[in-house]
């Protein structure tokens, strides 16, 4: 049986004032007609019902999924009481997949990445399947890098394993490797012999319980104590509790880099995990200017901007490199290099005008 | 006596998207709490009775006007069937002066700059009307240049002179020269007798019309024609018909340019003629960041910037020497070396959208 967990519970702050905290990155169309998350779940129909799909969040985002996903069954919207980072979620998931059989592969994948190959990725998610039937392996989705990316952690694997299922390479990890600064990354790049991290796993249940057993003690113990609960009225107070107590940590650091059976499955699929403003260029055509335009926009002597808006009428003159962003109640005009700095005006939002967060 | 000539036809192009044509620059509040002609006449009255006070403009802003200055008398409103420059604007009026009396000393000025010092400007004014009483002589007000300005026109003088009135010395002028480029305006600036050309005159009605009849025998001749069909059914269709004729001229180079009797009364008042977006700089207090900066605004490392919106808001990070205007259903975002190009952005909305102009 396979099951789906689609991590949901992300604030996607590089995304304002298009993503709010009440609306993120994930439940936004960012690319084509439907949004990140519903595009994830069409996506995991192709290999598994809606009714193994599990969609991990916190209880402000349950509305909004109910209301995109209107055939994913209630139960399967797992509601954390705090977010503790991945290895948590991953782990909460893991209880509910359990019920549906110890022998249930997991395919764990991020709500709000760009996958525009969706053919190559089935297949591609197909191995990693297959792989993870085959034992006790966590299996990951590599990206072959197109270009020294810093702004992604990489994957390193070993050459020398030659096994292919249904076409497909899978390679032994070796490392899990932070984002590397730009040098380092070039080399990564060049070596051949390095991924992008997708986010994005496959395992059996049992698999992944078992690491979290072995290497996240702590982890184990609350989920143990949270299985107890399930189908009690407790059951709300005991996750706030346990999840009270947890570190927050990504299940890269706490399980995969600590695994020895982990194997990465290459994929290029036309990814993207969409991180701020600028990566909207790479997702939609250019004008003769370099500029990517969508709204009512007069743009004269405009270069290399993004410009988003929608009926209102938006005119650009003389400028070069600037990332525009009107919706109804906020404007943000920023500068293409400081994309990755958004979160310094929602610092500033937050001390005096947090009614726009 | 005296009585006002306020010229209100321009579109002022340059504040768009803040100013239309159906809303243009004149009828704004850029300064203060009152818009740019209701602070003109202010000025006017303080020298004249309203009653003595024409504004000339076109059928559009003929209710803009009433409703902006509503204790000016409805027959006080000059409506020009199309725009011909200051030549006729002058010479219309002066017709209107004319019937309260050939010695009526018309003082006329445009209806869309900022004066700060208002005491000053009155002392000087009361300078000029003296001079202008005094025979047949064409006064004009020159400003004091600050700086080396590309955008005036300039009046050269002849220091020679030394007639004081009220306080004010009185020039003999030269010379009225066009926009300098930037190394004739320093010569001009640092040579210390020459001003910028303000556009605001000070004459008898019977010597502006005597200067008419010498240097523009077409206008004259129009003019006769119109006066002739004063208080007649026909006046709308002759005005039609008489203005289509005129070449479109200003009274600098109709007259000024040309007569003899041109005197200057040089004025220190802080004068700005609010050209474009970034005079808006020279007139409000600027943030430590050297930002001006109106409405609802969230600026992080931002500098030099010109930002005027509303309730809206607007965040920047990242950028210098931007000029955002943002209205109700259009948003300029300009580079501030570009401000003067405003009208290449109109020329793309006169093709594509013009319900925007």
Same mark, same amino acid.
């Given at each position: 049986?396979?099951?789906?967990?689609?991590?949901?519970?992300?604030?996607?702050?590089?995304?304002?004032?298009?993503?709010?905290?009440?609306m993120?990155?994930?439940?936004l169309?960012?690319?084509?007609?439907?949004?990140?998350?519903?595009?994830?779940?069409?996506?995991?129909?192709?290999?598994?019902?809606?009714?193994?799909?599990?969609?991990?969040t916190?209880?402000d985002?349950?509305?909004?999924?109910?209301?995109?996903?209107p055939?994913?069954?209630?139960?399967?919207?797992?509601?954390?009481?705090m977010?503790?980072?991945?290895?948590?979620?991953i782990?909460?998931?893991?209880?509910?997949?359990?019920r549906?059989?110890?022998?249930?592969?997991?395919?764990?994948?991020?709500?709000?990445?760009v996958?525009?190959?969706?053919e190559t990725?089935?297949?591609?998610?197909?191995?990693?399947?297959?792989?993870?039937?085959?034992?006790?392996?966590?299996v990951?989705i590599?990206?072959?890098?197109?270009?020294?990316?810093?702004?992604?952690?990489?994957?390193?694997?070993?050459?020398?394993?030659?096994?292919?299922?249904?076409?497909?390479?899978?390679?032994k990890?070796?490392q899990?490797?932070?984002?590397?600064d730009?040098?380092?990354?070039?080399?990564?790049?060049?070596?051949g012999?390095?991924?992008?991290?997708?986010?994005?796993?496959i395992?059996?249940t049992?698999?992944?319980?078992?690491?979290?057993?072995r290497?996240?003690?702590?982890?184990?113990?609350?989920?143990?104590?949270?299985?107890?609960?399930?189908?009690?009225?407790?059951?709300?107070?005991?996750?706030?509790e346990?999840?009270?107590?947890?570190? *927050?940590?990504?299940?890269?650091?706490?399980?995969? $880099? /600590?695994?020895? =059976?982990?194997y +990465?499955?290459? #994929?290029d699929?036309?990814?993207?995990?969409?991180? *701020?403003?600028?990566?909207?260029e790479?997702?939609? $055509? /250019?004008?003769? =200017?370099?500029? +990517?335009?969508? #709204?009512?926009?007069?743009?004269v002597?405009?270069?290399?901007?993004?410009?988003?808006?929608?009926?209102?009428?938006?005119?650009?003159l003389?400028?070069?490199?600037?990332?525009?962003?009107d919706?109804?109640?906020?404007?943000?005009?920023?500068?293409?290099?400081?994309?990755?700095?958004v979160?310094?005006?929602l610092?500033?939002?937050?001390?005096?005008?947090?009614?726009?967060?």
């Amino acid at each position: 049986m396979i099951t789906g967990v689609i991590m949901a519970g992300g604030k996607g702050e590089r995304f304002w004032p298009k993503s709010r905290i009440k609306m993120p990155k994930q439940f936004l169309k960012l690319y084509g007609d439907r949004t990140m998350i519903q595009q994830t779940v069409d996506r995991l129909k192709k290999v598994m019902p809606i009714k193994n799909i599990f969609v991990v969040t916190n209880i402000d985002y349950a509305e909004i999924i109910s209301d995109q996903i209107p055939d994913l069954p209630t139960g399967n919207i797992l509601i954390e009481p705090m977010g503790k980072n991945t290895a948590a979620c991953i782990g909460l998931a893991a209880l509910h997949t359990q019920r549906l059989g110890e022998d249930s592969i997991m395919v764990v994948v991020p709500s709000d990445h760009v996958i525009k190959d969706e053919e190559t990725y089935i297949s591609v998610l197909k191995s990693a399947i297959e792989k993870a039937k085959a034992g006790d392996n966590l299996v990951t989705i590599g990206i072959k890098p197109s270009h020294p990316e810093t702004g992604y952690g990489y994957i390193k694997f070993r050459k020398l394993t030659k096994e292919i299922i249904n076409k497909n390479p899978v390679h032994k990890v070796e490392q899990f490797v932070e984002k590397p600064d730009y040098d380092t990354a070039v080399r990564y790049v060049e070596s051949g012999n390095y991924l992008w991290n997708s986010g994005m796993f496959i395992w059996k249940t049992s698999a992944i319980l078992n690491a979290i057993y072995r290497y996240m003690p702590e982890l184990n113990k609350a989920l143990n104590t949270i299985r107890e609960y399930f189908d009690t009225d407790k059951i709300e107070q005991v996750l706030y509790e346990e999840y009270s107590k947890l570190e *927050s940590i990504s299940i890269d650091y706490g399980v995969m $880099e /600590k695994a020895q =059976n982990v194997y +990465v499955v290459p #994929g290029d699929f036309g990814w993207d995990d969409v991180g *701020s403003w600028t990566s909207i260029e790479r997702l939609y $055509e /250019k004008d003769e =200017n370099g500029n +990517v335009i969508r #709204g009512n926009v007069v743009s004269v002597d405009t270069k290399k901007c993004i410009i988003t808006g929608s009926e209102k009428l938006i005119a650009t003159l003389g400028i070069e490199d600037v990332i525009i962003v009107d919706t109804e109640d906020a404007l943000l005009i920023c500068s293409k290099d400081k994309a990755q700095d958004v979160k310094e005006v929602l610092k500033e939002l937050k001390k005096r005008k947090a009614e726009y967060l």
